[in-house]
């Protein structure tokens, strides 16, 4: 019963270097989400993808790209990783965005610092 | 654009208390949905309470209420018999039916005393 699955759980990036966070759930939902979360601010949607073979910007996209490999998986890619991207990131699943008793499901995030 | 306000970035409350945690929110919509999620030292986030914007009625689980006041846009969250367990941050966030991303407070952080 493993639910939204992230790794790594930690990382540390050299500016200009790149990654891929990856994130699977099991529960054969629709919709998948990576958020990332700065001290004293809430969580930022960086990308969303509402169901297979969609993908969409949310809040905060510049510097990321994501790709949802089939229904379980989403992953997002660092291309160059800037400071500025040092953050706690976060996955979560979803039945199916919009509907009227939606709940997200969260993963236990990823620790990255860009030095 | 619509916004989320926490007040309090740290509550502390002794155990077996009651303590109340504030958000307030802005938005020109009338039909929404408002959350209070708890997001422990583990760092996952766990849904608490979920209240309907078109329902008069403060959603309830539990230990846990909200006072949901439309016309005022406030949406605090009531913690009943506090326990050790509760201590976590509390994250209040806003959904729109027509836009369906989460607008996210900056979190409360909650300390319980033994």
């Known amino acids: 019963n493993a639910g939204v699955t992230q790794t790594p759980k930690f990382q540390v990036l050299k500016t200009g270097q790149s990654m891929t966070l990856q994130c699977a759930q099991d529960?054969?939902?629709?919709?998948m989400y990576w958020y990332r979360q700065d001290p004293g601010m809430g969580l930022r949607l960086i990308y969303y993808?509402?169901?297979?073979?969609?993908?969409d910007k949310g809040e905060v996209p510049n510097g990321y790209n994501v790709s949802r490999l089939n229904k379980r998986e989403f992953s997002l890619r660092l291309e160059s990783a800037a400071p500025s991207q040092t953050s706690v990131y976060f996955c979560?699943?979803?039945?199916?965005?919009?509907?009227?008793?939606?709940?997200?499901?969260f993963g236990s995030g990823t620790q990255l610092s860009v030095l | 654009a619509q916004t989320v306000t926490q007040s309090q970035p740290e509550m502390s409350v002794q155990e077996a208390e009651t303590v109340t945690l504030s958000c307030t929110y802005d938005t020109s919509e009338s039909d929404y949905y408002l959350f209070w999620y708890k997001q422990p030292p583990s760092r996952q986030m766990i849904l608490v309470i979920r209240q309907e914007a078109y329902k008069q009625q403060n959603a309830t689980e539990n230990r846990f209420s909200v006072n949901f006041q439309k016309a005022a846009k406030s949406f605090s969250l009531k913690i009943s018999d506090s326990q050790l367990g509760d201590a976590a941050m509390y994250f209040c966030a806003y959904r729109s039916n027509s836009n369906y991303q989460l607008i996210w407070g900056a979190g409360t952080k909650l300390i319980i005393k033994p």
């Open positions: 993808s509402a169901s297979e073979g969609t993908t």
């Open positions: 529960m054969n939902h629709n919709s």
């Open positions: 979560a699943s979803s039945e199916r965005q919009g509907r009227i008793n939606e709940k997200l499901f």
